[in-house]
């Protein structure tokens, strides 16, 4: 036969965890401080619904994968394309040249360079676009180093959880 405090502690620990998807993250976290102190079976109990509450949720929550990196292509690709582009223009504006320089009375002068200022147009805009990103990748820097002091007590957990799967798959000696 059950005695009226077990029946007592079996109400209390029914409300506490019914009590418990109500509360936020941070409270859960205050409320699992609290009963680290406490101690007893109960305390115990309170501890076992605060741990399966935060498994719960980690379970429920989907894991956030970061945004798809752009499509890089690969630099001496690029690059030889860009001297392939450039010789065969170039080649192109000297052919052309030959022919128009044979008729030159008869070709306006702004046509002979305009192979040469179209290429010049490419450079300008293809350099500004990277002196743009030079300058927004100065402005905006990716990361921002925080002292682990500074963290609270689930940024030091995460952090350690990190470390650990670091660890294991033996990044870090």
Same mark, same amino acid.
């Given at each position: /036969?059950?005695?009226?405090?077990?029946?007592?502690?079996? !109400? +209390? #620990?029914?409300?506490? %965890?019914? &009590?418990?998807?109500?509360?936020?993250?941070?409270?859960?976290?205050?409320?699992?401080?609290? /009963?680290?102190?406490?101690?007893?079976?109960?305390?115990?109990?309170?501890?076992?619904?605060? &741990?399966?509450? =935060?498994?719960? =949720?980690?379970? !429920?929550?989907?894991?956030?994968?970061?945004?798809?990196?752009?499509?890089?292509?690969?630099? *001496?690709?690029?690059? @030889?394309?860009?001297?392939?582009? !450039?010789?065969?223009?170039? $080649?192109?504006?000297? +052919?052309?040249? %030959?022919?128009?320089?044979?008729?030159?009375?008869?070709?306006?002068?702004?046509? !002979?360079? *305009?192979?040469?200022?179209?290429?010049? #147009?490419?450079? #300008?805009?293809?350099?500004?676009?990277?002196?743009?990103?030079?300058?927004? &990748?100065? %402005?905006?820097?990716? @990361?921002?180093? $925080?002292?682990?002091?500074?963290?609270?007590? #689930?940024?030091?957990?995460?952090? @350690?959880? +990190?470390?650990?799967? %670091?660890?294991? =798959?033996?990044? $870090?000696?």
């Amino acid at each position: /036969m059950t005695t009226p405090t077990a029946l007592d502690t079996a !109400v +209390v #620990l029914d409300r506490y %965890r019914a &009590d418990l998807p109500n509360l936020t993250d941070v409270e859960l976290e205050r409320r699992a401080e609290k /009963m680290a102190a406490l101690p007893g079976q109960l305390a115990d109990e309170l501890r076992h619904l605060i &741990d399966a509450e =935060r498994e719960y =949720r980690q379970a !429920v929550r989907r894991p956030t994968s970061p945004p798809p990196a752009p499509a890089r292509l690969n630099r *001496s690709r690029v690059a @030889a394309a860009a001297v392939g582009v !450039v010789s065969t223009g170039a $080649v192109g504006a000297g +052919v052309a040249g %030959r022919r128009l320089a044979e008729h030159a009375d008869q070709v306006p002068q702004a046509l !002979v360079y *305009s192979p040469a200022v179209a290429a010049g #147009l490419i450079a #300008l805009v293809v350099g500004g676009s990277r002196l743009a990103r030079w300058f927004d &990748d100065r %402005r905006h820097p990716l @990361a921002t180093d $925080v002292d682990e002091a500074d963290l609270n007590p #689930l940024g030091r957990h995460l952090l @350690a959880q +990190v470390r650990a799967a %670091r660890q294991a =798959r033996g990044e $870090v000696s």
